[in-house]
């Protein structure tokens, strides 16, 4: 067996900022993520649900389980596609009383 080095290519990187949060959300809707429709920079926004109930994220100001985009039970992981990520508000909602989740909105700057 010998040493095995892997070529990297070179990737242009853009700047960028990662604003975490921890909100808890209960059973009436809340936004987590903020409106980036003006500035369309957006990376990608992750959620990880850190708290012991399952939860839902929805696109725009609101969310209910008709228009729900994602259920993340406990210790699920979401995040939004780089290449096709939402750059409106984000909402989310608990199922069953009040829990934590962990937020990051990457964005350009």
């Known amino acids: 067996m010998g ?4 070529q990297q290519q070179q990737q242009t990187r853009l700047p960028n900022s990662a604003t975490p949060t921890n909100p808890s959300i ?3 809707p809340s936004i987590i993520g903020v409106d980036r ?3 369309k920079n957006r990376c990608t926004f992750t959620v990880y649900n850190s708290g ?10 609101t969310v209910s389980l008709a228009t729900q985009v994602a259920r993340l039970e406990p210790t ?21 009383g009040t829990t934590s989740v962990n937020c990051e909105d990457l964005i350009i700057i």
């Open 52 to 61: 012991s109930l399952p939860m839902i994220l929805g696109h725009g100001n």
């Open 26 to 28: 209960s059973t009436a």
């Open 76 to 96: 699920d992981f979401y995040y939004e596609e780089p290449s096709a990520c939402f750059q409106g508000p984000i909402a989310a909602m608990a199922i069953g």
């Open 3 to 6: 040493l095995v080095r892997a």
């Open 37 to 39: 429709s003006t500035l």
